[in-house]
């Protein structure tokens, strides 16, 4: 297994937007992102991971009006939140971004700047179909029975002076890259939608500055403008490691730029692939390497909506299933391209079935084995037999496939190909019956290597593991009284010291849990959203 010692790798969220609590569905990206930033850390990547929160916009002003607070207070308290969400869920990462922070709007300031002055961006009047929640202009073709094709919200005309930018100047040049970098876009399917909907139909001016409210960058040439939204939220993936318009970026942007990997929604993949590699082209910068747009997750077969009571939150999952169980969930659950679905069943039954029986009960056994038959000492006494070989194959095959599937982001499929080295291990004590090799005093030997073999195949799978569920990981190898294997180790077998001893009592990992027990704890938080709410059933 090859390390990549000091290879560096820059990844981002979309930054969660500031209008409320995130759901589940939010928090899957920030975990997502996080395992794939844990897992390259464990490749020996040098990562810096940038997440953080879009603070400005009409909608951002009006929510705090109608709370009777400033929009600093409003978005203070929600990013504060967010930030809450992230930690709670261990999102390991470098930098939160807030587009309030002052290097930030400074920056912006600069790069509005030094598009005018391009001839990139021109002043003109906008009169068009306006959507208050995506604060998006939209053409009446694009118009779905006077709703926004985007989020569904009624839209409503409007007309006020702007700034436009010129997305036709480099539409070419977008399409040429796309083209010649098939992986720019991730999945292929995203692709395509962008080239067949927008790109090739040819692409309209956009509107890059805002007169009709004031919470927002202000362009500092012309104060009766703010900086529209996508523009200002987009460029925090420069400016938060240092960009500067006017040629002073910092060594870290030096470092970092182009950024590896722009992980978001898939209902915000135009943004990213359209609106941001022009505005990059327009500041002579190059593009990102690869921007993935990840499928939503689904409560049930709809998406969450606080009137139904339905929304799910990271953090009242956690208080009931446990931080790595949702971890787990959300990565193991979500396809590659389609919607993923969440339900409270479907929850207590990957905890009941993968998680305890198949994870916990597997890390139990071998500990309780260990301390019953040897004192808790660990050792290989080589005496081998045929299925030992199959187990060993599985387990170091294991890193291997797992490597690949995360080259392609394919966290779902990582963690299948690990529980599939613990259900070995598992059909690994059915076939090699320790219980009645312990009845034999001439068998003691070929038990002791046995529990050997299962001892080094959890450590090697708890170790990959730990991108996805860090702190089980961290109980399980601390039960075993082992450390991580080292990431180029990870497909060779028999490294684990003989004599290690194993903790005397084992720590249930995941408690089985009783569905309706759950379902009852899910109905009374249901009713505290409606609530707060004001609905009455």
């Given at each position: 297994?090859k390390?990549?010692?000091?290879?560096?790798?820059y990844?981002t969220?979309?930054?969660?937007?500031t209008?409320?609590?995130?759901?589940?569905?939010?928090?899957?990206?920030?975990?997502?992102?996080?395992?794939?930033?844990?897992?390259?850390?464990?490749?020996?990547?040098?990562?810096?991971?940038?997440?953080?929160?879009?603070?400005?916009?009409?909608?951002?002003?009006?929510?705090?009006?109608?709370?009777?607070?400033?929009?600093?207070?409003?978005?203070?308290?929600?990013?504060?939140?967010?930030?809450?969400?992230?930690?709670?869920?261990?999102?390991?990462?470098?930098?939160?971004?807030?587009?309030?922070?002052?290097?930030?709007?400074?920056?912006?300031?600069?790069?509005?700047?030094?598009?005018?002055?391009?001839?990139?961006?021109?002043?003109?009047y906008?009169?068009?179909?306006?959507?208050?929640?995506?604060?998006?202009?939209?053409?009446?073709?694009?118009?779905?029975?006077?709703?926004?094709?985007?989020?569904?919200?009624?839209?409503?005309?409007?007309?006020?002076?702007?700034?436009?930018?010129?997305?036709?100047?480099?539409?070419?040049?977008?399409?040429?890259?796309?083209?010649?970098?098939?992986?720019?876009?991730?999945?292929v399917?995203?692709?395509?939608?962008?080239?067949?909907?927008?790109?090739?139909?040819?692409?309209?001016?956009?509107?890059?500055?805002?007169t009709?409210f004031?919470?927002?960058?202000?362009?500092?040439?012309?104060?009766?403008?703010?900086?529209?939204?996508?523009?200002?939220?987009?460029?925090?993936?420069?400016?938060?490691?240092?960009?500067d318009?006017?040629?002073n970026?910092?060594?870290?942007?030096?470092?970092?730029?182009?950024?590896?990997?722009?992980?978001?929604?898939?209902?915000?993949?135009?943004?990213?692939?359209?609106?941001?590699?022009?505005?990059?082209?327009?500041?002579?910068?190059?593009?990102?390497?690869?921007?993935?747009?990840?499928?939503?997750?689904?409560?049930?077969?709809s998406?969450?909506?606080?009137?139904?009571?339905?929304?799910?939150?990271?953090?009242?999952?956690?208080?009931i299933?446990?931080?790595?169980?949702?971890?787990?969930?959300?990565?193991?659950?979500?396809?590659?391209?389609?919607?993923?679905?969440?339900?409270?069943?479907?929850?207590?039954?990957?905890?009941?079935?993968?998680?305890?029986?198949?994870?916990g009960?597997l890390?139990?056994?071998?500990?309780?084995?260990?301390?019953?038959?040897?004192?808790?000492?660990?050792?290989?006494?080589?005496?081998?037999?045929?299925?030992?070989?199959?187990?060993?194959?599985?387990?170091?095959?294991?890193?291997?496939?797992?490597?690949?599937?995360?080259?392609?982001?394919?966290?779902?499929?990582a963690?299948t190909?690990?529980?599939?080295?613990?259900?070995?291990?598992?059909?690994y004590?059915?076939e090699?019956?320790?219980?009645i090799?312990?009845?034999?005093?001439?068998?003691?030997?070929?038990l002791?290597?046995?529990?050997?073999?299962?001892?080094?195949?959890?450590i090697?799978?708890?170790?990959?593991?730990?991108?996805?569920?860090p702190?089980?990981?961290?109980?399980?190898?601390?039960?075993?009284?082992?450390?991580?294997?080292?990431?180029?180790?990870?497909?060779?077998?028999?490294?684990?010291?003989?004599?290690?001893?194993?903790?005397?009592?084992?720590?249930?990992?995941?408690?089985?849990?009783?569905?309706?027990?759950v379902?009852?704890?899910?109905?009374?938080?249901?009713?505290?959203?409606?609530?707060?709410?004001?609905?009455?059933?």
């Amino acid at each position: 297994m090859k390390r990549h010692d000091d290879e560096r790798f820059y990844m981002t969220t979309a930054i969660a937007y500031t209008s409320g609590k995130p759901h589940i569905g939010n928090t899957y990206e920030a975990i997502l992102a996080d395992s794939i930033a844990r897992f390259r850390r464990m490749q020996g990547y040098d990562v810096f991971f940038q997440t953080g929160t879009d603070e400005h916009g009409q909608k951002i002003e009006d929510r705090a009006g109608a709370a009777g607070k400033t929009p600093k207070q409003y978005v203070d308290e929600i990013s504060g939140t967010v930030r809450e969400v992230w930690d709670c869920m261990n999102v390991s990462y470098d930098k939160f971004i807030r587009t309030t922070d002052p290097d930030h709007m400074e920056r912006v300031q600069k790069i509005f700047k030094k598009m005018h002055a391009k001839g990139d961006i021109y002043k003109d009047y906008y009169e068009g179909m306006y959507c208050k929640e995506c604060e998006a202009f939209y053409t009446p073709s694009q118009i779905e029975d006077g709703k926004c094709p985007d989020c569904g919200s009624e839209v409503h005309p409007a007309k006020e002076e702007a700034y436009f930018f010129r997305m036709s100047k480099y539409a070419d040049r977008l399409i040429e890259h796309i083209n010649t970098h098939p992986e720019f876009i991730q999945p292929v399917s995203r692709k395509n939608e962008m080239m067949n909907n927008f790109l090739l139909p040819g692409l309209q001016d956009l509107c890059v500055s805002r007169t009709s409210f004031k919470w927002g960058i202000p362009v500092d040439f012309d104060p009766g403008h703010v900086v529209y939204v996508w523009l200002d939220a987009l460029s925090n993936y420069i400016t938060g490691i240092g960009f500067d318009a006017e040629g002073n970026s910092t060594e870290q942007y030096k470092k970092l730029w182009p950024a590896d990997l722009h992980l978001v929604g898939k209902d915000i993949i135009r943004f990213h692939t359209i609106y941001w590699p022009i505005f990059l082209m327009s500041l002579d910068q190059e593009l990102p390497k690869q921007v993935f747009g990840h499928p939503w997750l689904l409560q049930g077969e709809s998406k969450m909506s606080k009137s139904r009571g339905n929304v799910l939150y990271a953090d009242d999952l956690a208080g009931i299933f446990g931080v790595d169980a949702v971890r787990y969930f959300v990565l193991h659950e979500m396809p590659f391209e389609n919607d993923g679905t969440i339900t409270w069943e479907l929850m207590t039954e990957r905890v009941n079935s993968d998680l305890a029986n198949i994870l916990g009960n597997l890390v139990n056994r071998t500990i309780s084995m260990s301390n019953k038959y040897f004192g808790g000492i660990v050792e290989d006494k080589g005496v081998y037999e045929e299925v030992d070989g199959d187990l060993k194959t599985v387990v170091t095959g294991t890193a291997p496939a797992v490597e690949e599937k995360m080259q392609h982001l394919r966290a779902a499929d990582a963690i299948t190909d690990i529980f599939n080295l613990f259900r070995r291990c598992n059909k690994y004590i059915d076939e090699t019956t320790p219980w009645i090799l312990a009845k034999e005093e001439d068998k003691k030997d070929r038990l002791a290597t046995v529990l050997y073999n299962l001892t080094e195949s959890i450590i090697i799978g708890a170790t990959l593991l730990e991108p996805f569920m860090p702190e089980t990981t961290g109980k399980i190898l601390k039960q075993l009284n082992a450390v991580p294997r080292d990431y180029k180790d990870l497909d060779t077998f028999g490294l684990l010291e003989n004599g290690t001893k194993v903790v005397e009592k084992t720590e249930i990992l995941f408690a089985r849990l009783d569905v309706n027990e759950v379902l009852e704890k899910a109905e009374e938080l249901r009713q505290k959203q409606l609530a707060a709410l004001g609905i009455k059933e």
